[in-house]
């Protein structure tokens, strides 16, 4: 959902916003890349490997026909009730 609202993210980026550990929780990562929700790509950066993230087309779906419903359902903000 972090990369729905905010976009391309690098790991770190991406495992802050969303309160978990890179290394305990990378394979949640990895599964959702092997499900195809999202996308994965690298990039150098000198000696160091920066590793992206985005959400995939599919990804972007899955949560239109899930997140939409449920946000008319249960708005956010007060002011949408």
């Not at 495992?15 to 990378?26: A, I, Q």
């Not at 990039?43 to 026909?65: D, H, V």
Request: aromatic share 8%; proline share 2%; with cysteine.
């Amino acid at each position: 959902m972090k990369l729905y609202e905010h976009g391309e993210m690098n790991q770190s980026k991406l495992m802050s916003y969303c309160g978990m550990n890179n290394v305990k929780h990378k394979e949640i990562l990895d599964v959702m890349v092997k499900k195809g929700m999202i996308t994965k790509s690298e990039e150098a950066w000198g000696s160091k490997t920066i590793i992206k993230y985005n959400i995939s087309e599919k990804g972007n779906s899955i949560l239109r026909e899930i997140l939409e419903p449920y946000e008319k359902l249960f708005p956010r903000n007060e002011s949408d009730r």
